[in-house]
Structures are given as structure tokens and as C-alpha cells.
């Protein structure tokens, strides 16, 4: 049975159209990261299925964004992160900077899906949960759309 974990998401540059930078906070359980574990991030349904207008997405370690990590878009709306270059230990917190994902014009929220393994079998995984996602607010929608 997988552990829930601890987590919590805030964006930079949130703007309908720009390219927004997501700082994941990841409370890692059981899960040891090391060069053969992956994240497996799922988008929700309303960003683009290639995540960015140019396909083009960054991940870092760190808030500083000096350490970039493996990432890459392996299905519609799916981020893997992988090869990590260092081992992080277990019950270790982490910050992942997702950086180049085109944020959506949606008022609606709904959740990103995030999976914690240590292979590449996609049928299980050893923790996983959900990040509500920010959404836009009235206040913004009518600001943008009266600058428009």
C-alpha cells in the first residue's frame, strides 16, 4: 500500500499564455531518489498536451534552480523526472522547479497526479498522491481580459 505523502505546489508568472515556473514541495516517504527513481508527474486536463507552446520543459533541484534534473514529456500531459544525480534519503523534503509550462486561460482547478518509483513499470507505483492546481482568479480573469 503506498504512503501518502506531504506536498504543496506555488507558481511564478502566472499568466494566461506565459510560460510559468511550478515549485513542487515534495515530502518524500518510503522512496529512496537515486539514479533509477522517476516522478511521474500528470497534468490536468486543461493545460496543452505538450505542456509548453514549444515542447520545451525544465526541471530543477532546489529553489535556486542551479542543479537541472532529467525531465521530459513522455505522453500527453505527463512529465517524467529522472536520473537523479544525487541520492536524496527517505523522509527528505524536497523542492522540484518546473520551469517553461504554458499556463492555461481556465478558471477551473482540478489536481496534478504525482507518482513516486524505483523502476520503469508504469502498473505500480510505491507512493503517490495529488497537488490541487492554482487556479486563475476572477480578479485576474477580468484584469487580463480588460488589458487585452
Not at 532546489?62 to 521530459?72: A, F, I, K, L, P
Request: proline content about 4%; glycine content about 4%; hydrophobic content about 35%.
Amino acid at each position: 500500500m503506498p504512503n501518502a505523502f506531504e506536498n504543496s505546489m506555488i507558481k511564478m508568472y502566472v499568466s494566461p499564455g506565459s510560460n510559468t515556473e511550478m515549485h513542487f514541495k515534495l515530502k518524500l516517504g518510503r522512496l529512496e531518489l537515486n539514479s533509477k527513481s522517476r516522478i511521474i508527474m500528470i497534468f490536468p486536463y486543461y493545460y496543452t498536451p505538450q505542456l509548453s507552446r514549444d515542447g520545451v520543459v525544465r526541471c530543477f533541484m532546489g529553489e535556486d534552480t542551479s542543479e537541472e534534473v532529467n525531465c521530459q514529456i513522455t505522453k500527453e500531459r505527463v512529465l517524467e523526472v529522472r536520473h537523479f544525480k544525487e541520492v536524496v534519503p527517505t523522509a527528505t523534503e524536497i523542492i522540484l522547479v518546473v520551469s517553461g509550462v504554458t499556463q492555461p486561460y481556465s478558471l477551473k482547478s482540478s489536481n496534478f497526479f504525482l507518482a513516486f518509483d524505483d523502476d520503469y513499470d508504469d502498473k505500480s507505483f510505491l507512493e503517490f498522491g495529488e497537488i490541487i492546481d492554482t487556479q486563475l482568479t476572477q480578479d485576474l480573469a477580468k484584469s487580463l481580459t480588460t488589458y487585452f
